[in-house]
């Protein structure tokens, strides 16, 4: 059994159980399943999605930032100290990300078969599809929820197919929580005033 690929499924999943109840702890936890995650792909050369934990790593800062701010805007409000805090998705911001989700991960997947990445189009896509959808989590867009039922059913079958057992139980039950989610943030969540 691998130690690592363990401690990022135990840490994976209390940081997905604090990202549904949007708790800023989850970007501290964050940091460790980053780390993790990193040591695990690296060594299975996985690079994109090496990369894509390394972009964890430095948007878990932004994010406990971020989130700091947004729920001292709730906290103005009177709204129960349990509600979710949501912001609206520009349609600019969908346009950008489409953009970026295409274009990258074609960019991406070029350059990881030139790393003799041996899953180089689906890891690319997992990566550039996480990347956004967390940057949508930043921001705290409902809508991220979608992109990460999407990203975590592709790394699901990502880790299945490189044999990483403990990493593909991590994906499937991030994919039901992704689910789960999305129906929690859509129930409590209440809209920022921007």
Same mark, same amino acid.
């Given at each position: 059994?691998?130690?690592? #690929? ?18 800023? /702890? ?8 980053? %780390? ?20 964890? %790593? =430095? ?53 990881? #078969?030139?790393? #003799?990445?041996?899953?180089?189009? %689906? ?12 940057? $949508? ?19 699901? =079958? /990502? ?6 057992? $403990? ?8 994919? /039901? ?16 005033? #921007?």
């Amino acid at each position: 059994m691998d130690f690592m #690929e363990i401690f990022t499924l135990v840490t994976g999943v209390i940081y997905i159980i604090l990202e549904i109840r949007q708790k800023n /702890l989850m970007w501290v936890v964050g940091v460790f399943t980053s %780390l993790a995650a990193m040591w695990v792909f690296f060594r299975q050369g996985l690079y994109a999605s090496f990369g894509l934990n390394t972009y964890y %790593l =430095i948007t878990a800062f932004i994010g406990l930032w971020q989130w700091g701010r947004d729920r001292k805007k709730l906290a103005s409000e009177t709204v129960s100290s349990d509600a979710i805090h949501l912001n609206r998705l520009p349609v600019k911001t969908m346009a950008i990300s489409a953009v970026v989700v295409l274009a990258g991960t074609f960019a991406l997947a070029w350059v990881m #078969e030139l790393m #003799e990445n041996p899953m180089s189009y %689906l890891d690319a896509s997992v990566a550039v599809l996480s990347a956004v959808a967390t940057w $949508w989590l930043v921001r705290s867009y409902i809508q991220q929820w979608w992109l990460w039922i999407i990203a975590d059913t592709l790394s699901t =079958i /990502l880790c299945a197919t490189q044999g990483m057992w $403990w990493m593909t139980v991590l994906y499937a039950a991030y994919t /039901l929580s992704a689910l789960y989610g999305w129906y929690h943030w859509r129930r409590n969540g209440v809209y920022v005033s #921007e």
